[in-house]
T-cell receptor, first 117, second 108 residues
Framework: DAGVTQSPTHLIKTRGQQVTLRCSPK?????VSWYQQALGQGPQFIFQ???????QRGNFPDRFSGHQFPNYSSELNVNALLLGDSALYLC????????????????FGDGTRLSIL | LAKTTQPISMDSYEGQEVNITCSHN???????ITWYQQFPSQGPRFIIQ???TKVTNEVASLFIPADRKSSTLSLPRVSLSDTAVYYC?????????FGTGTRLQVFP
């Protein structure tokens, strides 16, 4: 049973560039959330996708955007990269609430380490 | 979502039981309490989740008093590999709000 997989594991970019990170959810999950984790801090919620739509968003600028595909996989796009965007980007998947499923915990991948030079 | 308060760090020795307490005074009626473990450069790993009283699984126990304003994660007989950051979260399972967690250091 494959867990959450993310690619790439590491990435180096320069300021002003754009980046796309990818996530495949755990088998059977239909909801994908993205988090940013700066060094020494807890993960910060960016947004969540369900049924190919953004359903919740944290306090992140519009430079951060995403997409969910029909197979439930997801992409995180960041435009006009800043030095402060250097962080570990985590993807988490879960099963949507309802349909007899409640409070199922989110399962995380091991993230993409993004470094901005 | 309810704000949580945990100790910043804790030290223990191998073989000891470790209890990490989390305060969540503003927990809502429908909120669950969930604990995650995170190793450096890895994603958080789900440990345990509960709503009230006691929950136990193969790796930990979670104690929740009747007022649900706090919870205690209990790790029996820790080993060096339990050295990690432990996060307590309350709420639903949609938008998780992490604090800075508790950094547990286990010594030989």
């Amino acid at each position: 049973d494959a867990g959450v997989t993310q690619s790439p594991t590491h990435l180096i970019k320069t300021r002003g560039q754009q980046v796309t990170l990818r996530c495949s959810p755990k088998s059977g999950h239909d909801t994908v959330s993205w988090y940013q984790q700066a060094l020494g801090q807890g993960p910060q919620f960016i947004f969540q996708y369900y049924e190919e739509e953004e359903r919740q968003r944290g306090n992140f600028p519009d430079r951060f955007s995403g997409h969910q595909f029909p197979n439930y996989s997801s992409e995180l796009n960041v435009n006009a990269l800043l030095l402060g965007d250097s962080a570990l980007y985590l993807c988490a998947s879960s099963l949507a609430q309802g349909r007899g499923v409640y409070n199922q915990p989110q399962h995380f991948g091991d993230g993409t380490r993004l470094s901005i030079l | 979502l309810a704000k949580t308060t945990q100790p910043i760090s804790m030290d223990s020795y191998e073989g000891q039981e470790v209890n990490i307490t989390c305060s969540h005074n503003n927990i809502a009626t429908n909120d669950y309490i969930t604990w995650y473990q995170q190793f450096p450069s890895q994603g958080p790993r789900f440990i345990i989740q509960g709503y009230k009283t006691k929950v136990t699984n193969e790796v930990a126990s979670l104690f929740i008093p009747a007022d649900r304003k706090s919870s205690t994660l209990s790790l029996p007989r820790v080993s060096l590999s339990d050295t990690a950051v432990y996060y307590c979260l309350v709420g639903g399972t949609d938008k998780l709000i992490f604090g800075t967690g508790t950094r547990l250091q286990v010594f030989p």
